[in-house]
């Protein structure tokens, strides 16, 4: 039988293709949630005003 | 990324470069199908960890049901993701390793279906959590398709003694003793330690992650 070096090849390939395809979505997914949680920690540090700003003024009848 | 899961990921590398070796170092070309049968130590081992993540989905399912565990549906989800990667796997290196042993990429055949049908249940499964927006709903409706979906993994394994196919009987997990030469055995044993591995570490991974996303949307 020939030896069929190329749908060894295939194959390799393929599962390399697939594994490294799921391990680099689980990367990913790793930044995108870690940039999400740095954008939540930035948003409870900032500093709030101690008080509203002033609003115009309430006209009297 | 932890220090465990780091840990595991150089494992399972190192494994997965042994088991190329092995491969293709060490296990000698099979006399009759030629360095084509060479593919069967990807195929196999993916079909085992298959049987091992959906084993794992199961396990989680079952747990989950009994004490709504929220770990438990995570490690459910994960493992049944990392499943499907590695059944699609062996169901692409099985129509590789078809075309220049059997004259065709695919046929009907009942092995071949079953593994079919596995893989279409676990996509199922999860398009389902991925639909259900409520997480207490979709981790319930999860939990029973992953006990229902479970029932087919002794179908494919006994699909070859049970039916007429052209798919050979079990080789590794077979009763008595394997009809292979041990240079064969162990190439076929060090990648599904590798494989096993890897899938350790995806899961883990996984896992984290998921618990981080429930986290952040809380």
């Known amino acids: 039988m020939p030896d069929n070096w190329s749908f060894v090849l295939a194959a390799y390939g393929l599962a390399a293709l697939v594994l490294g395809g799921y391990w680099r979505r689980l990367l990913r997914r790793e930044r995108e949630l870690a940039a999400r949680e740095r954008r939540r920690g930035a948003a409870r540090d900032e500093p709030r005003p101690a008080h509203a700003p002033p609003g115009p003024p309430i006209p009297r009848r | ?218």
């Open chain 2, 1 to 218: 990324m932890t220090s465990r899961e780091r840990v595991l990921g150089w494992v399972a590398g190192l494994g997965l470069t042994a088991g190329f070796v092995m491969a293709f170092g060490v296990a000698p070309r099979e006399a009759t199908q030629g360095n084509v049968q060479r593919i069967m130590y990807l195929h196999v081992p993916a079909i085992l960890v298959a049987y091992l993540a959906f084993g794992v989905v199961l396990v989680a399912s079952v747990i989950y049901l009994w004490g709504r565990a929220a770990g438990a549906d995570r490690l459910a989800h994960a493992s049944a993701e990392v499943g499907v990667v590695f059944t699609s796997i062996n169901i692409a290196t099985g129509a590789i390793w078809g075309k220049p042993t059997w004259g065709t990429w695919w046929t009907w055949d009942a092995r071949l279906t079953s593994v079919s049908i596995m893989f279409v249940i676990y996509l199922a499964y999860l398009l389902l959590r991925a639909m259900i927006e409520d997480r207490e709903r979709a981790a319930r409706f999860a939990a029973v398709l992953g006990i229902v979906a479970a029932l087919d993994i002794p179908l494919v394994h006994f699909s070859v003694y049970w039916w007429r196919t052209l798919h050979q009987p079990a080789t590794l997990l077979r009763p008595g003793s394997t009809p292979m030469d041990p240079p064969f055995v162990l190439a076929l044993i060090v990648n599904l330690v590798a494989f096993v591995l890897l899938y350790g570490y995806f899961v883990a991974k996984r896992v984290r992650l998921l618990r981080q996303e429930q986290e952040v949307l809380a």
